[in-house]
């Protein structure tokens, strides 16, 4: 199992990015996945989360707004779009596959390494 992060950076406040999770090594279709991030010095939490189908879609409370996820299972990706950027959305972001939708926001199943997004003018 293999989940690459990409897209993260140095950006301004303001401004947008759009992560990528490319997966492989399992059918990336019969998995929901996540996008959690850590911030330094805080706990992991979550951002979002999509269905298998990509029929559903849930967001933690304070995200809601402003970070949108999404999925492309002929490619075996999927995506986190950020907008509005503020400085505390500086972290490490962490793509997730899981396999129970009903505990979208307990932390299980494959991690990938994580790509840095640096929020700052």
């Known amino acids: 199992v293999q989940l690459v992060e990409s897209g993260g950076g140095l950006v301004q406040p303001g401004g947008s990015l759009r992560l990528s999770c490319a997966a492989s090594?399992?059918?990336?279709?019969?998995?929901?996945m996540r996008w959690y991030r850590q911030a330094p010095g805080q706990e992991r939490e979550l951002v979002a989360a999509?269905?298998?189908?990509?029929?559903?879609?849930k967001h933690a409370d304070s995200m809601k707004g402003r970070f949108t996820i999404s999925r492309d299972n002929a490619k075996n990706t999927v995506n986190l779009q950020i907008d509005s950027l503020k400085p505390e959305d500086t972290a490490v972001y962490y793509c997730?596959?899981?396999?129970?939708?009903?505990?979208?926001?307990?932390?299980?199943?494959?991690w990938g390494q994580g790509t840095q997004v640096t929020v700052s003018s």
């Open positions: 997730n596959a899981f396999s129970s939708w009903a505990t979208w926001n307990t932390p299980s199943g494959y």
């Open positions: 090594g399992f059918t990336f279709s019969r998995y929901h």
């Open positions: 999509i269905s298998s189908g990509g029929g559903a879609t």
